[in-house]
């Protein structure tokens, strides 16, 4: 079965302390792995899409690298609007999930001036 | 502001009833995407449509269907209304694939 987890559930961090989010995946056959943004009471915002290991993005302080097991987003000298839900998601090549992306539970991020 | 636009933004509504959600895509985009959001499950995909025909289907109940008009946008329609359907219900269209979606904020349904 296709899953995704994340960790750690919720992170702290101090105003310019980098850190990453970790999203591990099992999926038949990996066609993408998304990485969204969710702020209190919104819906998800698009980042990152990486298809292939060794992969990398890079978007202002965040930039999303993937192996044949995980991903993960590393955010470099955060600010306080950095707060916010991390979301990790997968899109299988086969079976009925090819429709659909595939959600972890997201990593719950707190930057604190 | 995504360009997708999700009525009502909340909804309260008692076991059993009938409700209707409403989803308008951004501007050209033939695919709609519906997702239910809860705290322990998280966004599980509930069905999608593209360009009028049902795509794919995931975790939807019988009680749940869906559908999208001529002029692209969408409704889901939850009925027999249980305590545990509370949720937020998000729609995501897109030009196409998943490479990309775009969310609406959502719709917050309690049922009491």
Redesign the interface.
């Known amino acids: 079965e296709d899953q995704v987890t994340q960790s750690p559930e919720a992170l702290r961090l101090q105003e310019g302390e980098s850190s990453s989010l970790n999203c591990s995946y099992t999926v038949s056959g990996l066609r ?1 792995l ?1 990485w ?1 943004r969710q702020d209190p ?6 980042l990152f ?1 990486l298809y292939s290991a060794g992969e990398e993005k890079e978007k202002e302080r965040l930039k999303a690298t993937l192996t044949k097991k995980e991903s993960f987003l590393h955010i470099t000298a955060p600010k306080p609007e950095d707060s916010a839900t991390y ?1 990790c ?1 997968v ?1 299988s090549n086969y079976g ?1 999930s ?9 990593t719950k991020l707190s930057v604190k001036p | 502001d995504s360009g997708v636009t999700q009525t009502p933004k909340h909804l309260i509504t008692a076991t059993g009833q009938r409700v209707t959600l409403r989803c308008s895509p951004r501007s050209g985009d033939l695919s709609v995407y519906w997702y239910q959001q809860s705290l322990d499950q998280g966004l599980q995909f509930l069905i999608q449509y593209y360009n009028g025909e049902e795509r794919a289907k995931g975790n939807i109940l019988e009680r749940f269907s869906a559908q999208q008009f001529p002029d692209l946008h969408s409704e889901l329609n939850l009925s027999s209304l249980e305590l545990g359907d509370s949720a937020l219900y998000f729609c995501a269209s897109s030009p196409g694939g998943l490479a990309k979606l775009f969310f609406g904020s959502g719709t917050q349904l309690s049922v009491l």
Do not use: D, V
């Open positions: 993408g998304f969204y009471g919104k819906g998800p915002e698009f899409t979301l998601a899109q009925g090819q429709g659909n992306l595939i959600f972890g539970k997201g």
